[in-house]
């Protein structure tokens, strides 16, 4: 695929093509240009080839700009409005319910609304850029007002939920460029980068690249280069994830990934996404001896605790994997654990030669992570966010160590019976039994439990199966004694036993399959270590236990083997 140009490489080849071209060649392109243009742009056409451009008013600007700013106040003031009724929608399920808005448009507002935004454009292509960038400013932050007549309340809209309400058709985005541009026009400087990063922090402007804003308006910006060197330098001293981003977009504009990789040493302190944004550049790009360079070089100066750190970690492994680079490999796996102190990081590290020695470490090393997590203070920083881990993700990261014994008695303390979903007993039951269970094949009713455990942990869907593969790479590793087995066999038969009555017994049909699931895998758990039939043998026990429930009896059928 190839790739695509940005504005300034797109502006300089069409300029390099237009100076090979003779006068003759360029009439004849534009009269070509013209006579394939659509109907409805053909005025607009025209008028690009005016100094002065020229737009169809019915009525004078002056005239338009005092009744716009006239109108703009009612709304403002609320002397014009929307009116609106709320009442509860109600969903299957039995909490299932929210609270939902119809409006009604008595001033038509919307209506208005359309005119006003076409008036603002034509104003900008007046070039009349300082009274366009006042209105457009005005208009795209004024709340609007909607009463609820019933309960005689007022709420305010943001345009944005105007469009989302279908009370006015608008092409937000581009409304957002034409504000942005008719503001670069007037300003300069700081000023102009703060404003149009107050902007870009608005809803409407999401999504919105720097680069787009190049491509609007009537005639071509000025002195571009000259603004990305102050946007550069105002986004590298600008805290918060937008910063980072739109940072890491100004210097590929600039001067590609040498530019992105220059700031990032320089920037890393506030900015630790660039290192990463890099990275992953460099990996999409196939550079992968230039990314490892650069992410072994970014793990050695970026704090440990920083989460972002381990993805670069990450990075630069999968970049190792590709050149078969074990001491790389290694160095990453144990650098992503100790920023990312995930089970995923942490099953992986038995892929390593010195395994034992370097989980027990790491183990230790999760013990000492504070367990509240910083995602309050740093949800608009992401990039800042520090490595924590709960209790029960220790506890996980424990039994996989091999402290059977201790998560074992653990466990013992415990009498929930019901609310598993919710419970770290809900996790480990399964994992005993997955952990007894001696054939490497995995079954239907214990891909179930898997199924269960990846739930409960939260994991991804592209995880799911790296956790399948993991759980069985690090199985073969683990030896139990006979002892051990006899022990945890025992307690898993008391806690199914109770947990079959808690649900079964007490009706609750919607975890009739869970029951199954841990029933026909602790079976199939008892005949992989011997005893005859064992599988059979245990879901009939259980059957006759409840030999009315015949809704129970049939979430068996899904576990069989073709």
Same mark, same amino acid.
């Given at each position: 695929?190839?790739?695509?140009?940005?504005?300034?490489?797109?502006?300089?080849?069409?300029?390099?093509?237009?100076?090979?071209?003779?006068?003759?060649?360029?009439?004849?392109?534009?009269?070509?240009?013209?006579?394939?243009?659509?109907?409805?742009?053909?005025?607009?056409?025209?008028?690009?080839?005016?100094?002065?451009?020229?737009?169809?008013?019915?009525?004078?600007?002056?005239?338009?700009?005092?009744?716009?700013?006239?109108?703009?106040?009612?709304?403002?003031?609320?002397?014009?409005?929307?009116?609106?009724?709320?009442?509860?929608?109600?969903?299957?399920?039995?909490?299932?319910?929210?609270?939902?808005?119809?409006?009604?448009?008595?001033?038509?507002?919307?209506?208005?609304?359309?005119?006003?935004?076409?008036?603002?454009?034509?104003?900008?292509?007046?070039?009349?850029?300082?009274?366009?960038?006042?209105?457009?400013?005005?208009?795209?932050?004024?709340?609007?007002?909607?009463?609820?007549?019933?309960?005689?309340?007022?709420?305010?809209?943001?345009?944005?939920?105007?469009?989302?309400?279908?009370?006015?058709?608008?092409?937000?985005?581009?409304?957002?460029?034409?504000?942005?541009?008719?503001?670069?026009?007037?300003?300069?400087?700081?000023?102009?980068?703060?404003?149009?990063?107050?902007?870009?922090?608005?809803?409407?402007?999401?999504?919105?690249?720097?680069?787009?804003?190049?491509?609007?308006?009537?005639?071509?910006?000025?002195?571009?280069?000259?603004?990305?060197?102050?946007?550069?330098?105002?986004?590298?001293?600008?805290?918060?994830?937008?910063?980072?981003?739109?940072?890491?977009?100004?210097?590929?504009?600039?001067?590609?990934?040498?530019?992105?990789?220059?700031?990032?040493?320089?920037?890393?302190?506030?900015?630790?996404?660039?290192?990463?944004?890099?990275?992953?550049?460099?990996?999409?790009?196939?550079?992968?001896?230039?990314?490892?360079?650069?992410?072994?070089?970014?793990?050695?100066?970026?704090?440990?605790? !920083?989460?972002?750190?381990? *993805? &670069? %970690? +990450?990075? #630069?492994? @999968?970049? $190792?994997?590709? =050149?078969?680079?074990?001491?790389?490999?290694?160095?990453?796996?144990?650098?992503?654990?100790?920023?990312?102190?995930?089970?995923?990081?942490?099953?992986?590290?038995?892929? !390593?030669?010195?395994?034992? *020695? &370097? %989980? +027990?470490? #790491?183990? @230790?090393? $999760?013990?000492? =992570?504070?367990?509240?997590?910083?995602?309050?203070?740093?949800?608009?920083?992401?990039?800042?966010?520090?490595?924590?881990?709960?209790?029960?993700?220790?506890?996980?990261?424990?039994?996989?160590?091999?402290?059977?014994?201790?998560?074992?008695?653990?466990?013992?303390?415990?009498?929930?019976?019901?609310?598993?979903?919710?419970?770290?007993?809900?996790?480990?039951?399964?994992?005993?039994?997955?952990?007894?269970?001696?054939?490497?094949?995995?079954?239907?009713?214990?891909?179930?439990?898997?199924?269960?455990?990846?739930?409960?942990?939260?994991?991804?869907?592209?995880?799911?199966?790296?956790?399948?593969?993991?759980?069985?790479?690090?199985?073969?590793?683990?030896?139990?004694?006979?002892?051990?087995?006899?022990?945890?066999?025992?307690?898993?038969?008391?806690?199914?036993?109770?947990?079959?009555?808690?649900?079964?017994?007490?009706?609750?049909?919607?975890?009739?399959?869970?029951?199954?699931?841990?029933?026909?895998?602790?079976?199939?758990?008892?005949?992989?270590?011997?005893?005859?039939?064992?599988?059979?043998?245990?879901?009939?026990?259980?059957?006759?236990?409840?030999?009315?429930?015949?809704?129970?009896?049939?979430?068996?059928?899904?576990?069989?083997?073709?």
């Amino acid at each position: 695929m190839r790739k695509a140009m940005n504005y300034s490489e797109f502006m300089k080849a069409v300029d390099e093509k237009l100076s090979d071209m003779s006068e003759v060649e360029k009439t004849e392109w534009i009269h070509n240009m013209a006579r394939t243009t659509n109907e409805n742009q053909r005025i607009i056409f025209l008028n690009s080839l005016t100094k002065k451009q020229e737009y169809c008013l019915e009525i004078s600007i002056k005239k338009e700009i005092k009744e716009l700013e006239d109108w703009c106040r009612k709304v403002k003031d609320a002397e014009i409005y929307f009116e609106c009724s709320g009442y509860e929608e109600y969903g299957d399920g039995y909490w299932d319910s929210d609270y939902t808005y119809e409006y009604s448009d008595i001033f038509e507002i919307g209506k208005e609304l359309s005119r006003v935004f076409q008036i603002l454009e034509g104003l900008l292509f007046q070039k009349e850029y300082q009274q366009a960038a006042a209105l457009y400013d005005v208009l795209c932050s004024i709340p609007f007002s909607a009463l609820d007549s019933d309960i005689e309340e007022w709420s305010e809209l943001e345009l944005e939920e105007l469009v989302e309400e279908k009370l006015v058709t608008l092409d937000l985005k581009r409304i957002a460029l034409n504000m942005m541009y008719a503001k670069y026009q007037v300003t300069e400087g700081e000023e102009r980068a703060v404003t149009l990063y107050r902007y870009l922090s608005w809803d409407m402007c999401k999504n919105i690249k720097v680069e787009e804003l190049f491509t609007v308006g009537p005639e071509e910006l000025k002195g571009i280069d000259g603004f990305m060197e102050d946007w550069i330098s105002f986004l590298k001293n600008t805290n918060g994830d937008q910063a980072g981003g739109l940072l890491s977009e100004a210097c590929i504009y600039q001067g590609g990934i040498s530019r992105l990789c220059e700031v990032a040493r320089e920037a890393w302190e506030r900015h630790p996404v660039l290192y990463h944004h890099a990275c992953k550049y460099l990996l999409h790009e196939k550079k992968e001896v230039e990314c490892i360079k650069l992410a072994m070089e970014a793990i050695s100066v970026l704090p440990e605790k !920083l989460l972002i750190r381990g *993805n &670069i %970690a +990450d990075l #630069a492994a @999968k970049a $190792a994997v590709q =050149l078969e680079d074990t001491d790389i490999i290694n160095q990453c796996y144990e650098a992503a654990f100790y920023s990312q102190s995930t089970l995923y990081h942490y099953l992986r590290l038995f892929e !390593l030669s010195d395994y034992q *020695n &370097i %989980a +027990d470490r #790491a183990v @230790k090393y $999760a013990k000492t =992570l504070p367990e509240n997590s910083m995602w309050e203070e740093y949800h608009k920083n992401k990039q800042m966010m520090v490595n924590s881990i709960s209790k029960e993700h220790k506890m996980l990261l424990r039994f996989f160590n091999g402290e059977f014994d201790y998560i074992y008695e653990e466990c013992k303390k415990d009498r929930i019976t019901l609310g598993w979903s919710s419970n770290f007993k809900g996790t480990v039951v399964p994992l005993f039994i997955l952990l007894l269970y001696k054939n490497k094949k995995i079954t239907k009713a214990g891909q179930r439990l898997i199924d269960g455990i990846e739930y409960r942990l939260g994991s991804t869907e592209d995880y799911r199966q790296s956790f399948t593969d993991q759980f069985l790479g690090w199985k073969e590793k683990v030896v139990l004694r006979n002892e051990q087995y006899e022990k945890y066999i025992g307690w898993l038969k008391e806690e199914i036993d109770k947990r079959t009555e808690a649900v079964v017994g007490g009706n609750h049909r919607k975890s009739y399959y869970k029951a199954a699931a841990l029933i026909t895998a602790l079976g199939e758990t008892l005949e992989s270590n011997g005893k005859l039939h064992g599988r059979m043998v245990t879901i009939e026990h259980y059957k006759k236990m409840h030999p009315r429930k015949r809704a129970f009896k049939a979430e068996f059928e899904q576990f069989n083997e073709e």
